[in-house]
């Protein structure tokens, strides 16, 4: 199989979750491994984009990769030759 190459393009939705994110991490002293652990799982998805799983919603295509620490789920859609990523979520419902 060819290497298909892939342009990973952030929408503002999802940019504004990021600066949420940094700014709530950069308060607790823990920013700087939020931005490694995000830039990390960016750097598989856009390596291997059809490698996670599909999301059950009403949208077909949008799929999810994992973040363990500290907990976030980057919600994205496969558009060759372009990963949208769609929303990068915390999966605790109580971290703010």
């Given at each position: 199989?060819?290497?298909?190459?892939?342009?990973?393009?952030?929408?503002?939705?999802?940019?504004?979750?990021?600066?949420?994110?940094?700014?709530?991490?950069?308060?607790?002293?823990?920013?700087?491994?939020?931005?490694?652990?995000?830039?990390?799982?960016?750097?598989?998805?856009?390596?291997?984009?059809?490698?996670?799983?599909?999301?059950?919603?009403k949208e077909?295509?949008?799929?999810?990769?994992?973040?363990?620490?500290?907990?976030?789920?980057?919600?994205?859609?496969?558009?060759?030759?372009?990963?949208?990523?769609?929303?990068?979520?915390?999966?605790?419902?109580?971290?703010?």
């Open positions: 199989m060819a290497n298909r190459a892939f342009q990973l393009v952030i929408l503002e939705e999802a940019k504004e979750d990021i600066l949420t994110l940094i700014d709530f991490f950069g308060e607790q002293g823990s920013g700087e491994r939020l931005i490694d652990a995000l830039g990390d799982c960016l750097l598989e998805i856009e390596a291997k984009p059809l490698a996670w799983q599909f999301v059950n919603t077909e295509g949008i799929r999810r990769a994992f973040v363990k620490h500290p907990p976030i789920v980057i919600l994205y859609k496969v558009e060759e030759p372009q990963i949208r990523i769609l929303a990068i979520k915390h999966l605790r419902s109580d971290w703010k």
